[in-house]
Structures are given as C-alpha cells and as structure tokens.
C-alpha cells in the first residue's frame, strides 16, 4: 500500500500515562515493532527451587509469532486536495502493553505482547507449608 505523506498539524496532546512498550510517536515513521514479555508469579507460599522465573521455561515465550494465512491484494488509493492534515485534540488515558499513539505518517506496525500468570493459593482451612 503506497501513499504519499502529508504534513500533520496537531493542535493539542494529552497523554496521562505510557507504559509497558507503549510507544507514543509525533511525526512520520518508517515502521514499528513493539514487543512485551512479563512473567507474572503470585504465590501464598514461595518456591524459588523450580525453574519457573525464567522466559525460556515457557513455550510461549519461545515460539515462532503468528502470522496470519494468505493475504488478499487489496487495492487502495487516495486523493486529498489538502496538502495538511489537521488534528484537533487528542486526549488519551493510557497507552499500554505493545500499542502505539501515532500522528504522522506511518509505516508498518507490529505488536507481540506475551504475559504468563502463575497463581497459587492455598485452599480454605490449608495451612501454608514452611
């Protein structure tokens, strides 16, 4: 999909919070690539004798990404007697977990973001091992 950029005009931006491979990105880009690992462990009682704090213990850490199946040709094409492209107001409560806030151009985009939660709590009237 080719298209020519336009100059962006942005009147005004608020972003409360950027976290987590968030990206927010003012003016043109060439592409994006956004990756997230987080391994999340709650336990009632500690066990730091597995290998359980380590990405590679986890086959979801460590297989290829997804892509999807045969894509279709899709034609696309714009016309604009407007050499600008103006933007008002923009106001954003967060932008979070491989996700991007983008005014501009922009090229390809890609976001992976991985997370494994690990709970253990002890069942109702088990005490907890020591």
Known sequence: MNHDCRSTVLFSLFV?????????????GDNTDMTSQALAVQRAVANVQKDEFFFESY??????????????????????????LRVGCIYSLGVSSSSTLRVGCSGPVQGISRIKHIRNFNQPGQEPEI
């Open 59 to 84: 086959p979801l850490f460590y297989l290829p990404k997804l892509v999807p199946g045969a894509q279709v040709p899709v034609r696309f094409t714009s016309d604009s007697p407007f050499p600008v």
């Open 16 to 28: 409360n919070t950027v976290s987590s491979s968030g990206i927010v990105q003012l003016g043109d």
